[in-house]
């Protein structure tokens, strides 16, 4: 995290997909101060990769991103979450397909509940999407780091064909979508 008052920073935590692909686009967006990839919504204690991707723990693949709210609000964090993800697809995001891989927003205040549901009629009243948001909205749960080799996978491996082909076009969105959001360290 950027040496910085961290006194007036928030904290947003959403699960759309592979947090492989979501840490990267939210890593390059300005005043975000960190995105942490990780586990929340499930049924165990410390739940393992290996076992959330089985999808018998419960839990979403998720991300904490620690945010400053005077450089980018909670609004445009959910715009950017809501353009680079399918938020009409239960359960799944492109080939990966369960219950890990589910649109949820965890909201850490009573603020972002409001603006959660409030984005989420506005997109439907505007019919944004063909079919129905099935993003849940559901309280902060504990949040569980992933594993090392999990966390800022995109920069390490931009190489490899599944950042290729799955990250790389949602990189390419936002920064013709959001140029005007992008940090200059990471894009």
């Not at 099935?134 to 800022?152: G, K, L, P, R």
């Not at 790389?168 to 005007?180: G, H, L, R």
Request: proline share 3%.
């Amino acid at each position: 995290m950027n040496k910085q008052n961290t006194k007036n920073l928030e904290v947003a935590i959403l699960a759309n997909g592979c947090f492989w692909c979501t840490e990267a686009v939210f890593q390059r967006l300005k005043g975000v101060q960190n995105v942490m990839s990780g586990y929340t919504g499930g049924l165990i204690k410390n739940p393992a990769y290996r076992e959330v991707c089985a999808g018998t723990t419960g839990h979403a693949e998720a991300l904490k991103i620690t945010f400053d709210p005077q450089i980018i609000s909670f609004n445009e964090l959910l715009e950017v979450f809501f353009a680079t993800h399918d938020p009409t697809t239960l359960n799944r995001q492109g080939n990966d397909v369960g219950t890990q891989y589910r649109s949820e927003i965890f909201y850490t205040s009573e603020e972002q509940r409001k603006a959660a549901e409030e984005f989420i009629a506005l997109l439907e009243k505007e019919k944004v999407y063909r079919s129905p948001i099935v993003t849940a909205i559901t309280a902060e749960q504990v949040f569980y780091n992933a594993e090392e080799d999990h966390h800022n996978y995109y920069n390490d491996h931009k190489m490899q064909p599944y950042c290729q082909f799955v990250i790389n076009p949602k990189i390419d969105k936002i920064k013709k979508y959001f140029a005007d959001k992008l940090n200059t360290v990471n894009s």
